[in-house]
């Protein structure tokens, strides 16, 4: 069993060793960055995370923001607040009917490199830093969740922007 084990790990960095293809270009030149943003809303997380994304794309056509969504009035006011807030970036509401978030964006992402196969997709991820343990039971970690699904999709570089909620802050 131990023989057994070691081969296949010896088999596992000789397959590495043989990787001759990069996912992502490695010649910064011809990296272009096509980035995606999931939001909820338009809280100071969603504004940093498109922020974040509209900085490191070369033009602001290359942002998406994503709101995968089961209540189309919501999406509608959404839409409305995006509207007046005129920060130049594309809104793109999913419906789900099964209030499932990963299936409908792997899936946009998926429409995306399929119409720029040559871009490098990389998906912003705003994210929640709680600044005491037991606050981390009151959010629902989703963009962990995505993190951990985007994980096993190649060619997607996964970035996050990390909003700390302050120490004895007020709500």
């Not at 997709?121 to 963009?143: D, G, K, M, Y």
Request: with cysteine; proline share 5%.
């Amino acid at each position: 069993l131990l023989i057994g084990m070691m081969r296949a790990i010896h088999g596992h960095y000789r397959q590495l060793d043989a990787l001759r293809q990069a996912e992502t270009p490695l010649a910064p030149e011809e990296v272009t960055v096509r980035a995606v943003v999931p939001i909820g809303d338009l809280g100071v997380q969603a504004r940093q995370a498109l922020a974040f994304a509209r900085a490191i794309t070369s033009a602001d056509h290359h942002v998406a923001a994503i709101h995968v969504t089961d209540n189309l009035t919501d999406a509608y006011r959404l839409r409305q607040a995006w509207e007046t807030w005129e920060c130049g970036v594309e809104l793109v509401i999913v419906e789900s009917p099964f209030r499932s978030l990963t299936g409908p964006l792997l899936s946009y992402i998926d429409a995306l490199r399929d119409v720029h196969p040559k871009d490098t997709v990389t998906v912003v991820l705003p994210e929640l830093v709680a600044s005491h343990w037991w606050e981390h039971l009151l959010h629902n970690h989703t963009a962990l969740r995505l993190k951990a699904a985007l994980l096993f999709h190649p060619g997607i570089v996964v970035t996050n922007v990390p909003y700390h909620l302050a120490r004895g802050a007020q709500a």
